[in-house]
């Protein structure tokens, strides 16, 4: 048996904040639970809903020494869905109403977070081979156990995997400070280890001290070594290159399932949607107020709204978009001024345009269902989650060739009878709008050709049964 125990930030159901907590929920479930024992553990912040938190079980407490203080660390436990799930106990560090708050209170937090994971393994009965760390909130796990933690021998030949599931955060700090607050030697903090441009980053130290170091499509790991994505550290992956893999992320097939959902107005499957999918369009347009319209093409969003999410594309064409044959449908938060630029474009359209400006799971399982079409022109995305589930639901995706979304979107050719979305390979707004026109062309006038596409995009696979066993093929090689 392998143990394999994963570190992170956040996790569902407990605490999510995006992408990362669906990984760490979804994945461990789908390993082969014959070789393989997979374990999660995770802070317990006050905001996880209390009913999690009737089910943890007290396990132990111990206090750790974090440089020069000393600090409580309680661990308790429960089971959820087959998954055993640790949680680090610190009132003082996981207080508030967010798993998150300012940079400079995270960077000691998740120093104490990553020291007393380490100092919590003794007491688990469960030493395990592999911990497989997710973004920066972990990035010292790799270096504490190089550290401090080399002198016991219950450490000795436990791996480390660094998994970036966005590069753009990276958790940086003026050098002296996290000096002060890990304990570690100035040894460390050298530009080939922690230093980065005179500040301390924890990935930076995560990357290079890891085994192996992955990203969550095969895009993105290329990608990433370039200066424009690589986010100042490029020229670290390109050292790292050996190590590093793209493994695409994989989609809960059983929680998005248009022939299950409770949460859609009709289910449906791959064989009935050209009768059932329709109902999903009307319950929306009725429930949102628009115009009730079979035939209108229905385009969704569902995103936080930020200039990574290609945003500014939309800003600078949507007045086009929002052509007369149209419905654009967004949901999601971000910066003001798209949460603006919705509202106006609601107001000025009221009929054919709808601003949902915050975040509902359930209005969100609706878009899905309901919509022809689903916008993602991302300046860059990691992996994306929204095109596979549009993907499941029958919804083409229109999408950027970038990341993770050049990886599962295949671009409609019109001459090989082939592809499951549109796509364009540019960051720009008007090649962005002739892909959208040239979708409605295909919705509007051929009619099989779009079913077509509907049905080899449902005939896609993307569970984690995929990805997991790229996870263990890479378990393997390091064990």
């Given at each position: 048996?392998?143990?394999?125990?994963?570190?992170?930030?956040?996790?569902?159901?407990?605490?999510?904040?995006?992408?990362?907590?669906?990984?760490?929920?979804?994945?461990?479930?789908?390993?082969?639970?014959?070789?393989?024992?997979?374990?999660?553990?995770?802070?317990?912040?006050?905001?996880?809903?209390?009913?999690?938190?009737?089910?943890?079980?007290?396990?132990?407490?111990?206090?750790?020494?974090?440089?020069?203080?000393?600090?409580?660390?309680?661990?308790?436990?429960?089971?959820?869905?087959?998954?055993?799930?640790?949680?680090?106990?610190?009132?003082?560090?996981?207080?508030?109403?967010?798993?998150?708050?300012?940079?400079?209170?995270?960077?000691?937090?998740?120093?104490?977070?990553?020291?007393?994971?380490?100092?919590?393994?003794?007491?688990?009965?469960?030493?395990?081979?592999?911990?497989?760390?997710?973004?920066?909130?972990?990035?010292?796990?790799?270096?504490?156990?190089?550290?401090?933690?080399?002198?016991?021998?219950?450490?000795?030949?436990?791996?480390?995997?660094?998994?970036?599931?966005?590069?753009?955060?990276?958790?940086?700090?003026?050098?002296q400070k996290v000096i002060d607050i890990t304990g570690l030697n100035e040894y460390y903090f050298t530009s080939d280890k922690l230093e980065a441009y005179?500040?301390?980053?924890?990935?930076?130290?995560?990357?290079?001290?890891?085994?192996?170091?992955?990203?969550?499509?095969?895009?993105?790991?290329?990608?990433?070594?370039?200066?424009?994505?690589?986010?100042?550290?490029?020229?670290?992956?390109?050292?790292?290159?050996?190590?590093?893999?793209?493994?695409?992320?994989?989609?809960?097939?059983?929680?998005?399932?248009?022939?299950?959902?409770?949460?859609?107005?009709?289910?449906?499957?791959?064989?009935?949607?050209?009768?059932?999918?329709?109902?999903?369009?009307?319950?929306?347009?009725?429930?949102?107020?628009?115009?009730?319209?079979?035939?209108?093409?229905?385009?969704?969003?569902?995103?936080?709204?930020?200039?990574?999410?290609?945003?500014?594309?939309?800003?600078?064409?949507?007045?086009?978009?929002?052509?007369?044959?149209?419905?654009?449908?967004?949901?999601?938060?971000?910066?003001?001024?798209?949460?603006?630029?919705?509202?106006?474009?609601?107001?000025?359209?009221?009929?054919?345009?709808?601003?949902?400006?915050?975040?509902?799971?359930?209005?969100?399982?609706?878009?899905?269902?309901?919509?022809?079409?689903?916008?993602?022109?991302?300046?860059?995305?990691?992996?994306?989650?929204?095109?596979?589930?549009?993907?499941?639901?029958?919804?083409?995706?229109?999408v950027r060739e970038t990341g993770g979304l050049k990886d599962t979107v295949e671009p409609y050719n019109e001459y090989e009878g082939k592809g499951t979305?549109?796509?364009?390979?540019?960051?720009?707004?008007?090649?962005?709008?002739?892909?959208?026109?040239?979708?409605?062309?295909?919705?509007?006038?051929?009619?099989?050709?779009?079913?077509?596409?509907?049905?080899?995009?449902?005939?896609?696979?993307?569970?984690?049964?995929?990805?997991?066993?790229?996870?263990?093929?890479?378990?393997?090689?390091?064990?």
């Amino acid at each position: 048996m392998k143990n394999i125990l994963f570190v992170a930030s956040e996790c569902v159901p407990f605490v999510k904040t995006g992408g990362l907590a669906d990984v760490v929920g979804s994945l461990p479930k789908y390993f082969n639970k014959k070789e393989y024992d997979v374990r999660v553990m995770i802070p317990k912040y006050a905001c996880i809903p209390q009913e999690w938190k009737d089910k943890m079980q007290y396990k132990t407490h111990f206090y750790m020494d974090l440089a020069w203080r000393s600090q409580y660390v309680g661990i308790l436990e429960m089971e959820y869905e087959g998954v055993h799930f640790y949680f680090i106990d610190n009132e003082f560090y996981f207080a508030g109403f967010h798993p998150y708050g300012n940079i400079y209170e995270d960077i000691e937090k998740f120093a104490f977070f990553c020291k007393a994971a380490l100092s919590a393994m003794p007491s688990l009965d469960f030493r395990p081979d592999i911990i497989h760390c997710h973004d920066w909130q972990t990035g010292l796990i790799p270096v504490y156990i190089k550290d401090s933690f080399n002198d016991n021998s219950f450490y000795h030949g436990i791996k480390t995997i660094m998994t970036i599931h966005n590069l753009k955060f990276q958790g940086i700090w003026d050098k002296q400070k996290v000096i002060d607050i890990t304990g570690l030697n100035e040894y460390y903090f050298t530009s080939d280890k922690l230093e980065a441009y005179g500040d301390a980053n924890y990935l930076k130290g995560g990357i290079v001290y890891a085994d192996m170091v992955t990203t969550v499509s095969d895009s993105y790991a290329e990608e990433i070594k370039m200066p424009f994505y690589g986010e100042h550290l490029d020229g670290l992956m390109r050292a790292r290159s050996n190590c590093l893999r793209g493994i695409v992320n994989g989609l809960d097939y059983d929680e998005y399932n248009p022939e299950t959902d409770p949460l859609i107005y009709a289910n449906y499957n791959a064989k009935t949607f050209r009768k059932e999918k329709i109902k999903n369009k009307r319950g929306l347009q009725k429930e949102l107020g628009l115009d009730q319209n079979d035939k209108t093409f229905m385009i969704g969003i569902v995103s936080r709204l930020t200039d990574q999410k290609g945003f500014d594309l939309i800003d600078y064409v949507i007045e086009e978009i929002c052509a007369e044959d149209t419905q654009l449908v967004v949901l999601g938060t971000g910066e003001e001024r798209y949460e603006n630029l919705f509202r106006h474009f609601e107001w000025k359209y009221h009929g054919r345009v709808s601003a949902n400006i915050f975040y509902s799971n359930e209005r969100s399982h609706k878009i899905y269902a309901a919509c022809d079409a689903f916008l993602m022109p991302s300046l860059f995305e990691p992996c994306g989650l929204s095109q596979l589930m549009s993907l499941r639901y029958g919804t083409v995706p229109i999408v950027r060739e970038t990341g993770g979304l050049k990886d599962t979107v295949e671009p409609y050719n019109e001459y090989e009878g082939k592809g499951t979305g549109f796509s364009f390979a540019n960051y720009n707004a008007h090649e962005m709008l002739a892909t959208i026109r040239y979708a409605k062309d295909v919705y509007y006038n051929r009619k099989r050709e779009w079913n077509k596409i509907i049905d080899r995009g449902m005939a896609m696979d993307f569970s984690w049964n995929h990805s997991a066993k790229k996870y263990e093929d890479m378990y393997n090689e390091l064990i």
